[in-house]
């Protein structure tokens, strides 16, 4: 296997912070990016500007919400799946997965659900069961798997700075919660938590009441890894300085190294 920087990234609107994606791009240079929350029809996705800074990629984008791409540096992804199985009544563009630098990676934007409780958290939950149910036949593969993106699941009490201010939010609720456990308890290895077992990490600061310059941030954007990839990580972090740039996404940049042989 190559020696591969993996990330995933919540561009919360690729048309405003393309400005950002691309330095972000030129200056840490991820061979794979999964992008999320793209806000942008298929035919205003910018392949020509992402081209020109040595990135191919693929899409599945959604005016105004939602959407999802996976880029690759220097390389082409090769779409493998666009959408969950089960899904023929969905229409949300929440999927999108791809052989890359010889990897497979499945990109994904898992619903927000609030609020709760209603049809939003009864759609997150009716998702992630598709998900949970996919996701094993991934686990299972010989060949290595990435599961990347925006899960919007706080997993526990450390990954937010104060679990009592969000209460009642969808990301926190003890079924969304179960979901998350689950995926893992089929083999999954989450990748930052692996590698940091006791430190507060955050990939997602909102906007409201200084958050970020507070660090009052949340972790819910998650790589996970099945046996086949765990076996090759090597490092993993959070490219916090994108979330100070003016005009940000409310979420950071979280990435995975694998390395080119085998750690464990």
């Known amino acids: 296997m190559k020696n591969l920087r993996i990330a995933t990234f919540n561009i919360n609107g690729i048309r405003a912070r393309l400005p950002n994606l691309l330095e972000w791009l030129e200056r840490e240079k991820p061979d794979i990016v999964c992008l999320q929350e793209l806000k942008a029809a298929d035919k205003d996705f910018p392949a020509a500007e992402l081209e020109s800074v040595g990135y191919g990629a693929i899409w599945h984008g959604q005016a105004s919400w939602n959407g999802v791409a996976i880029l690759a540096r220097d390389a082409q992804p090769l779409e493998s799946r666009r959408g969950l199985p089960g899904g023929d009544d969905d229409s949300h563009s929440r999927y999108l997965e791809a052989a890359v630098h010889g990897v497979l990676v499945g990109c994904l934007y898992l619903p927000n659900g609030n609020p709760q409780p209603g049809p939003k958290f009864d759609y997150k939950l009716a998702w992630f069961e598709r998900l949970i ?23 526990t009490d450390d990954d937010i700075y104060n679990p009592r201010s969000w209460l009642k939010d969808a990301l926190l609720q003890p079924e969304s919660r179960a979901c998350y456990q689950r995926l893992l308890d089929q083999g999954w290895t989450d990748s930052l938590r692996h590698l940091y077992p006791d430190e507060r ?16 941030g949340l972790r819910i954007d998650h790589l996970l890894l099945n046996p086949a990839a765990s076996a090759y990580l090597s490092e993993a972090g959070v490219d916090a300085w ?3 740039q003016p005009h940000p996404s409310d979420h950071a940049p979280t990435w995975i190294r694998l390395a080119s042989r085998k750690r464990r």
């Open 133 to 155: 149910e996919y996701a094993q036949g991934l686990q299972a593969s010989d060949h290595p798997v990435v599961l990347a993106g925006d899960y919007n699941v706080v997993p």
């Open 242 to 244: 994108v979330r100070n």
């Open 201 to 216: 990490i955050y990939t997602f600061w909102d906007y409201f009441r200084q958050h970020w310059q507070k660090n009052s």
